[in-house]
């Protein structure tokens, strides 16, 4: 078991983007820094895979931008529809199965750095059940990732974009595995 790192996008011009910061700053700007988030995600994500072997995908909102050239230089797996419990399910289950586990991130997370990814990933390799979890400072979280497949139905359970996400999230989970909180 190696593992998997899948970079949530959306894809510009296609999506939405970053709507609040759109609106103080307009879509063209909003574009490019979120190319440009993306792109940093994905140079730390493959730092920490060379470290420890895994898989970095891109993780794409839009199935039929799977193959759109804003996504080049990793290869790309479609999250699927539905809301963003969802969708997260899809992919994070898709990691498991081919990859044993499977690490969410979002693309704009400009505090990542390779070390935490690699200290997940190490985590998240041993045969034990085990999860991990970077919160943020809005409630919610920036990366999950477990060595198991986890019920669709508790990737339902959250209200996702809430001040609380992160606990209904870890509640949601309970008893799946143990906890790794970065």
Known sequence: MSGAIAIFVKTPGRSALKTRLARSHGESFVHGW???????????????????????????????????????????????????????????????????????????????????????????????????????HDGGFWLFGANRAIPRGRWLEPRYSAPDTTRQFQRALDGIGTWQTL
């Open 34 to 136: 979120y190319a440009l988030a993306a792109q940093a995600v994905a140079a730390v994500a493959r730092e920490a895979a060379a470290s420890t072997q895994a898989t970095v995908y891109w993780a794409v909102a839009e199935a039929e931008a799977v193959d759109d050239p804003a996504w080049a230089g990793l290869p790309a797996i479609a999250q699927g529809t539905g809301e963003l419990g969802e969708r997260m399910h899809r992919v994070h289950s898709e990691l498991v199965a081919r990859h044993g586990a499977g690490i969410l991130l979002g693309a704009d997370t400009p505090q990542l750095r390779a070390s935490v990814l690699i200290e997940a990933l190490r985590w998240l390799v041993d045969p034990a059940p085990r999860l991990a979890l970077a919160p943020a």
